[in-house]
């Protein structure tokens, strides 16, 4: 089973400023790595994700993401951040091999970006 | 345009009341799944489904009920036996392990 430790509930940050979101995993298997942007109300929409190769992911609206098998990591940055950046945002892990694919959802980082 | 279709987007439920929430996707995805979100603790699943007339319970499924009776519908019940049903409600479908598509969702509330 796969598990996912987003570190920081909330993070409040000025526009201009950069912006790093933590997460953690554990799995004994290999993963596929996801970050999700939900906007008040909505579903969820794909930011980036990490399947294989290059360790750094570029993904929407300026966000990458950094695989780091080591300390089992995939920190989502982004440096400088817009009034609309402003929602809550979610790490999810999902097992390579395994035979359904679940989806594993950290807890959630709620993003709030100010004047 | 593909994609997936919750409905409806508002519900509300009377104690004791089953109710039926809408899932349909046009993206020909063998997989569906439901979440559940409740704030500060992200989405958990509560039942997917790999194949027509086949799924598998998530990690919160009781209380809940579904089908598959088509590759194209996942509806999901909520029963009566659901002590805390008001949430938001998440569909998604994916096809392999790396491509998954999320509903906009249905936020059901008890009355």
């Known amino acids: 089973a796969q598990s996912v430790t987003q570190l920081d509930s909330q993070v409040p940050v000025f526009e201009e400023a950069p912006v790093e979101l933590r997460c953690n995993y554990s799995s004994s298997v290999s993963v596929y790595l996801f970050w999700y942007v939900q906007y008040p109300n909505q579903g969820l929409q794909l930011l980036l994700k990490y399947l294989s190769g290059s360790t750094l992911v570029k993904g929407i609206n300026g966000f990458e993401a950094e695989f780091n098998k080591s300390q089992t990591s995939f920190h989502l940055r982004k440096p400088s951040v817009h009034i609309s950046d402003t929602a809550e945002y979610f790490c999810?892990?999902?097992?390579?091999?395994?035979?359904?694919?679940?989806?594993?959802f950290g807890a959630g980082t709620t993003v709030t970006v100010r004047a | 345009d593909g994609g997936i279709t919750q409905s409806p987007k508002y519900l509300f439920r009377k104690e004791g009341q089953n109710v039926t929430l809408s899932c349909e996707q046009n993206?020909?995805?063998?997989?569906m799944y439901w979440y559940r979100q409740d704030p500060g603790q992200g989405l958990r699943l509560i039942y997917y489904?790999?194949?027509?007339?086949?799924?598998q319970k998530g990690d919160i499924a009781e209380g809940y009920s579904v089908s598959r009776e088509k590759k194209e519908s996942f509806p999901l019940t909520v029963t009566s036996a659901q002590k805390n049903p008001t949430a938001f409600y998440l569909c998604?479908?994916?096809?392999?392990?790396?491509?998954?598509?999320f509903g906009s969702g249905t936020r059901l509330t008890v009355v």
């Open positions: 998604a479908s994916s096809v392999g392990g790396d491509g998954y598509t």
């Open positions: 489904s790999q194949i027509v007339n086949d799924f």
């Open positions: 993206l020909n995805h063998d997989a």
């Open positions: 999810a892990v999902s097992g390579i091999g395994s035979n359904d694919y679940k989806l594993s």
